[in-house]
C-alpha cells in the first residue's frame, strides 16, 4: 500500500508545476560523461587509416579550408601516416586487453568513478565514457 502513496515533494514524485492529478515523476538522476578525444581499434593500417581520417577531418583539429585540406589528407597523408602511427601505437599498446592505453586508462577511471560516487549518492548518479573519434562511438561527446 505504501508504493501507491504520491509524494508530495518536488524530485520525490510530484512536479512543483504541476497539477494534483499529474502522475508520480521519478527521481531525477545525475549523469556524468568522461569525454576523451579517442583512440584507434587497432594498430593495423585500416584501423589507423580510418581514426585519423576522421580525426584529421575535424575542423576543430586542422583549421583548412576542405577543398585544400582533404585532398592533402586523403592522398598524401593518409597513405604514409597510418605506418608510422600504427608503429608508434603498437610500442604502448596493451596487448592484454587488445586496446589502447587511453581506452584502459579512460575505463578505469570511469570505475573507479562510479565506484566512488555510487558509495556517496547511491545509485542516483551514472557515470559512463565516450571518445569523440574512434570507438566507442560518440555519445554527443
Known sequence: ???????DQPGE?????????????????VGVVLANLGTPDATDYWS???YLSEFLSDK????????????LLQLIILTKRPFSSGHAYKSIWNNEKNESPLLTITR??????????????????????????G???????
Open 108 to 133: 578505469a577511471q570511469t570505475e573507479k568513478m562510479t565506484e566512488r560516487l555510487k558509495a556517496l549518492y547511491g545509485d542516483d548518479v551514472e557515470v559512463d565514457f565516450c571518445m569523440r573519434y
Open 135 to 141: 570507438t566507442p562511438p560518440p555519445i554527443a561527446c
Open 13 to 29: 514524485g510530484r512536479l512543483t508545476h504541476a497539477p494534483s492529478s499529474h502522475p508520480a515523476v521519478p527521481r531525477a538522476k
Open 60 to 71: 576543430r583539429v586542422v583549421d583548412y579550408a576542405g577543398w585544400k585540406w582533404q585532398p
Open 1 to 7: 500500500m505504501a508504493d501507491s502513496v504520491v509524494k
Open 48 to 50: 589507423m587509416r580510418r
